[in-house]
Nanobody, 115 residues
Framework: QVQLVESGGGLVQPGGSLRLSCAAS????????MGWYRQAPGKQRELVASITSSGMTNYADSVKGRFSISREGAKNTVYLQMNSLKPEDTAVYYC?????????WGQGTQVTVSS
């Protein structure tokens, strides 16, 4: 059974940094796509950043230049380095991963940016 376990959320002041981690396990096939989404209260879930098994990355315009996604393939772990955090980055962040055409979600981790 595929499991995605996230860690690294918390409370940080504006301008600070956090690093989220997501460890994927339980698949005999490779995770072709891994990404981070976020959902703020009253808003739809949105893609923050993604990375393919070949290393191609994609970012939401709102986080370009501040966030960086990376992947440790051997461990099926994806990271999201978040710098220069803003109050509007406050949300629950979810890890997402695809095996073939099936998508899986983590349980979410809260990120709160506040002074």
């Amino acid at each position: 059974q595929v499991q995605l376990v996230e860690s690294g959320g918390g409370l940080v002041q504006p301008g600070g940094s956090l690093r989220l981690s997501c460890a994927a396990s339980g698949s005999t096939f490779s995770f072709t796509f891994m990404g981070w989404y976020r959902q703020a209260p009253g808003k739809q879930r949105e893609l923050v950043a993604s990375i393919t098994s070949s290393g191609m990355t994609n970012y939401a315009d709102s986080v370009k230049g501040r966030f960086s996604i990376s992947r440790e393939g051997a461990k099926n772990t994806v990271y999201l380095q978040m710098n220069s955090l803003k109050p509007e980055d406050t949300a629950v962040y979810y890890c997402n991963a695809y095996v073939r055409v099936t998508g899986y979600w983590g349980q979410g981790t809260q990120v709160t940016v506040s002074s």
